[in-house]
């Protein structure tokens, strides 16, 4: 069996806990290798090494530094299939999909070589006799990160390149259930260049985000995952000084115009639903067709979209559109709450419940589930599926859309389908929600825009890359300068106006 490591000090390092946790193939159901869960003196161990090692890191000029991205970016480029393979093989998504979360990491790592032109701070000339006034943003110290199951390789480039390029130390600690790739890209970030101690990569559970959370040393927590650990890690961390962006949860809507080019949005529902097997945090999860002649036309178009998808494992390549899910115990999950859609009366249009692929038996493989008639109280409603599983809420006008994805406690992504310039601008000038499309399902912004949802999918008060993730990861220093000095003229004991 596999022992995986942690990566401390520029080395591979075995866990000296005593505690592992299993790191599943999921397509077979099979454990593939074992991931040591890291103490708190492990975790505090790596915190020490990354406070002895910035200072230096910070001290280098800011293009040396993007040097290092850029080289980075080449190694991203020459291993990207073996990434997406490892990628592939904990994580279950198929392998195009599994390059996809390598490249959207990417994206933000070549916006991040811009990191000089992001730092260079404000300059007031003159702003007394004698008097210049500068802002500059430094770098926080050693900052950290934990991050979900669902993009092992993107979501930690989102945090590590901005951090990083401003001239902090990071620790990363990834998921549990697919922690290799972040192993590998702290590798590689050493190979372009890095020095040692600046990429540290501490795999655990709770007692090590809890230890991160303890340590007075860390300055910054970045956290994507579930709401209910996003709202403790942000109340946590901000009760001990620290400054945190938790990322969580979400339930997307998607609203069908009656006017909207139905094959389009079926296309794009088909894709936005099912794709990853519906374990994104932008999946669409809830379709919201206006009226019943719109809500009757969409699931005819839907429903043989979705019984001819094609599950399987990622090596069979561009054949399949999504394969298993991360765990059994989150097939098992899935499947207990289709049970209560179909116990509180929604109707189940496309029954994935017994599907079985043949030759993996006991892989996490979820068949595609479509419902319609899904009503706002029901529990598949409520709750985060994340998984194969589209609802289908009928709603009688575009008030009534509107009311159900704003009235929803999550907000993450939502997306409207209309033909109508002035339904689909109203819709997103209304909507308390932080990530719209309009005729596009899936809204995740590119790299030099920010990605974060409002309500319970996100706590803080800046989003993730793009220009918000400088401000996160530096704070601002304003030096007063006075040249030549009339302190010789005697103190001044009062605030007053610059002459
Ligand atoms: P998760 O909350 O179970 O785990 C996320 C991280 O928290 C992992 O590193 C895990 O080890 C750690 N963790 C788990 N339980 C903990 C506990 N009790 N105390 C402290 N730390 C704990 O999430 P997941 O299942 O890995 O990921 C799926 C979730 O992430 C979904 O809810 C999805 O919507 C969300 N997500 C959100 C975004 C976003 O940008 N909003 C992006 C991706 C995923």
């Known amino acids: 069996m596999q022992e995986l490591t942690h990566y401390i000090d520029g080395a591979h ?163 549990e259930r697919d922690p290799s790739v972040p192993l590998m890209l702290a590798e590689l970030l050493e190979e372009a260049g890095l020095p040692k101690g600046i990429i540290q990569v501490v795999n655990g559970d709770k007692e090590s985000v809890d230890a991160i959370l303890d340590n007075e040393v860390i300055q910054s927590v970045g956290f994507v995952g579930s709401t209910p650990i996003a709202e403790y890690i942000y109340s946590r961390g901000c009760a001990a000084g620290k400054r945190v962006q938790c990322f969580g949860g979400a339930k997307n809507h998607m609203i069908i115009m009656p006017d909207a080019d139905m094959d389009q949005a079926a296309d794009a529902l088909v894709g936005a639903g099912y794709g990853a097997a519906g374990e994104r945090c932008m999946a669409i999860s809830v379709a919201v067709p206006v009226g019943d002649e719109t809500a009757d036309r969409l699931i005819e178009k839907l429903i043989p979209r979705v019984e001819k998808l094609k599950v399987g494992p990622y090596t069979a390549g561009d054949d399949v559109d999504y394969g298993p899910v991360v765990t059994k115990a ?54 985060e599926i994340f998984g194969p599983v589209l609802s289908t809420v009928r709603a009688k006008t575009y008030e009534e859309a509107l009311s ?29 929600i932080g990530m719209v499309g309009i005729n596009v399902p899936i809204p995740v912004p590119l790299a030099y825009h920010t990605f974060g949802g409002w309500k319970k999918s996100a706590f803080g008060d800046l989003n993730q890359h793009g220009p918000d993730a400088f401000k996160f990861y530096t704070r601002t220093k304003t030096v007063t300068a006075r040249w030549p000095s009339g302190l010789k003229e005697g103190g001044e004991f009062h605030f007053k106006p610059m002459d």
């Open 13 to 175: 390092v075995k866990g000296t806990s005593g505690r592992f946790a299993d790191v599943m193939y999921p397509a077979t159901g099979e454990v593939q290798a074992k991931v040591p869960l890291a103490s708190k003196d492990e975790l505090d161990r790596a915190v020490e090494i990354a406070a002895a090692a910035q200072p230096a890191w910070a001290a280098v000029n800011p293009q040396r530094r993007a040097r290092v991205l850029m080289a980075f970016v080449g190694l991203l480029n020459r291993d990207m299939d073996k990434l997406a393979e490892a990628l592939s093989r904990e994580h279950g998504k198929t392998f195009p999909d599994a390059k996809g979360d390598v490249q959207r990491g990417l994206e933000v790592v070549e916006y991040c070589i811009g990191a000089p032109q992001m730092l260079k701070g404000e300059y007031t000339d003159a702003a007394g006799p004698g008097i210049d006034i500068y802002s500059m943003r430094q770098a926080l110290g050693v900052t950290a990160g934990i991050t979900p199951f669902n993009f092992p390789a993107m979501i930690p480039m989102w945090m590590f390149a901005p951090a990083i390029a401003c001239g902090n130390a990071f620790i990363l600690k990834p998921s």
């Open 330 to 383: 989150a097939k098992e999950n899935i499947l207990r709450l289709v049970e209560t859609g179909v116990d509180q009366g929604a109707k189940l249009v496309v029954d994935g419940r017994n599907f079985s692929l043949q030759g993996y038996e006991d892989g996490f493989f979820v068949g595609a589930h479509l419902f319609d008639h899904v009503t706002t109280d029901m529990d598949i409603y409520k709750t």
């Open 404 to 432: 159900y994805a704003m009235d929803h406690e999550y907000g993450n992504g939502t997306a409207i389908f209309t033909r109508d310039g002035d339904t689909a601008r109203d819709f997103a000038s209304r909507i308390n």
